[in-house]
């Protein structure tokens, strides 16, 4: 199995018993329905994206699996003001 995925390609697989081979990965895109913007106690922008989806559909392996997502936006906007974000 290393020979095919070394461990220095940082590929990390979790299986259940008898899953292993066949559950197979997916891509997900979820629409946002909402934002809100707001402001921190110090003043910076927070911008509130809410989305079609959540932890009791396609996200709940961050409830029961503690997974890690890494959002990808569909649109490069390299002109919008750079804020922290929080997904709901």
Known sequence: ??????PESGLRIIAETGR????????????VIA????????GDPINM????????????CLLFDHAEV???????Q???QLMKCSVW
């Open 70 to 76: 890494e959002p990808i936006p569909l649109v490069d």
């Open 35 to 42: 934002n809100r913007e707001s402001e921190s106690e110090e």
């Open 49 to 60: 994206s809410y989305l079609n989806d959540g932890v009791y559909g396609s996200f709940n």
């Open 1 to 6: 199995f290393d020979e095919i995925l070394p």
């Open 20 to 31: 292993y081979f066949v559950a197979s990965a997916f891509a997900l895109c979820a629409n």
């Open 78 to 80: 390299h002109d919008r």
